[in-house]
């Protein structure tokens, strides 16, 4: 904590990675980035109070596939201009033509979106009505366009998340995608390279991993374990434990001359499996049987496990894990590493959120999704990647089951059971995508602050008064 004159005191949250990024017209490489995205970013559609979302109220058309919407007027950029409803529908338009790799719809007429100059050009899907009305044509494969689109807008399937840009003002009266210029939950400000949100009479600093040290808030334990001071520990913090779970998963590299067999695949599967249950005491985990639960749509009494195995494939030396982000290494995996040292097998961890990894190949990759509710979406978004795509290639009947799940909207409401049964049992009888564990998604707050960090349901990441 850093005493601030002008404003209260100075405080700094963890956002998990070395470089803050605003700019949402682009593939999302680093998934690190949701962290602090969902604490900033004010969501096109929020479930819970609509006057804090960008729109008002919309309606969906479902013989024509068109989205009516109303922005709501406390929508506003930092200089308290509100957003119009050009700036909403093209926020709409265009960043879904930048999800291709996790969305499977688009607004129509919109292939050239991406082109320089996209902002002059006029699109066949997009209706401006009035200063804050507006209307869209959606296209799209799936079965559900109306149900994948408000999970979109509400950030509820958090790889799809769209967010509007300034494209008119007083200072930029031509669109420079270079400028900072958000709808934010909080008053924000960029000084000096650094990003500052006004919180209930606090600065609170965006802070990257440049800082190093003295983090007040956490948005999750892989961070807090992994950054916090030498010296700190969770009595000094503030701990929400609410219940939004997670899913971490590991998907076999079906090209992999390592796990070519079923057999040395279910060994490695096991292994972490059960590296996961003798750490449930220690960490936040919770070892579910498969992807899916008992009480959710979905799951099989068929999957079983070879419990208690910790025996490695003979051939193996070395294994290429990608991981999303440098924190993701968690117990589990180093557990994991030093089982395979004993057996002189070498891991090769890669870092997905650094670009120079992006092409490598690898054995394994492991995966971080929320379960919203009973949901998981990601399951529905998965087959969209090209790279995940290559991954699952010689896992034909996957394949199939992630496609049939794709078109059918199946983890978008009303859920399809039989579909998602039938990638459980597909997927670990090939065993492709393999479940590790769940666990819940905790914020830490340093003790006696004026303020904490909480997460609920929807809204994801807030700051409270601390009472």
Not at 81 to 93: K, Q
Not at 158 to 186: A, G, Q
Not at 403 to 410: H, V
Request: hydrophobic letters at 35%; a neutral charge; charged letters at 25%.
């Amino acid at each position: 904590m850093l005493k601030n004159n002008d404003m209260g005191n100075l405080f700094k949250f963890c956002t998990g990675v070395s470089k803050l990024d605003f700019y949402p017209f682009t593939e999302i490489n680093n998934w690190k980035n949701l962290g602090y995205w969902l604490l900033v970013l004010k969501p096109y559609i929020d479930r819970e109070n609509s006057q804090d979302g960008i729109l008002e109220s919309y309606h969906f058309c479902d013989k024509s596939n068109t989205f009516e919407a109303t922005v709501c007027l406390k929508a506003t950029w930092q200089d308290g201009t509100p957003i119009s409803s050009f700036e909403a529908a093209m926020g709409i338009a265009k960043g879904l033509a930048h999800r291709k790799t996790s969305c499977s719809i688009q607004v129509k007429g919109t292939e050239e979106i991406t082109h320089f100059g996209w902002e002059k050009k006029h699109y066949s899907g997009v209706e401006i009505i009035s200063p804050i009305k507006f209307k869209l044509t959606l296209t799209g494969l799936v079965e559900n366009i109306k149900g994948v689109l408000e999970d979109i807008l509400s950030f509820t399937t958090l790889r799809n998340i769209i967010w509007p840009v300034r494209l008119n003002s007083f200072t930029h009266p031509i669109y420079d995608p270079s400028y900072f210029d958000i709808i934010s939950k909080y008053p924000i400000k960029f000084e000096s390279g650094k990003y500052f949100l006004s919180v209930l009479g606090n600065l609170v600093e965006l802070s990257t991993l440049k800082s190093k040290i003295n983090y007040d808030f956490y948005f999750n334990t892989f961070d807090f374990n992994q950054y916090k001071n030498i010296n700190d520990s969770e009595e000094n913090y503030l701990i929400n434990k609410k219940q939004n779970m997670h899913t971490f998963f590991a998907i076999f590299n079906s090209l992999s001359e390592q796990f070519s067999s079923i057999e040395s695949r279910k060994k490695i599967s096991s292994i972490l499996r059960n590296i996961a249950k003798n750490s449930q005491e220690e960490e936040n985990i919770i070892l579910a049987n498969g992807h899916f639960e008992v009480n959710e749509p979905g799951y099989s009494q068929n999957i079983k496990w070879d419990e208690d195995n910790f025996d490695f494939p003979e051939h193996l030396t070395e294994i290429k894990i990608a991981i999303p982000f440098p924190s993701a290494k968690n117990m589990v995996l180093k557990k994991f590493a030093a089982e395979a040292e004993k057996k002189f097998i070498n891991i090769k961890w890669l870092d997905l959120s650094d670009e120079e990894n992006a092409d490598t190949n690898y054995d394994l990759q492991i995966v971080i999704a929320r379960i919203q509710g009973n949901r998981q979406i990601w399951v529905q978004n998965i087959i969209n990647s090209h790279s995940f795509i290559q991954q699952l290639e010689k896992f034909p009947r996957t394949l199939s089951a992630l496609k049939k799940i794709n078109l059918n909207s199946a983890s978008t409401f009303p859920l399809k059971s039989n579909l998602l049964n039938e990638f459980e049992e597909t997927c670990h009888a090939e065993c492709s995508i393999t479940p590790i564990f769940r666990y819940h998604l905790h914020t830490y707050s340093r003790k006696n602050l004026p303020i904490v960090l909480n997460i609920s349901e929807f809204k994801e990441f807030y700051f409270s008064l601390n009472r």
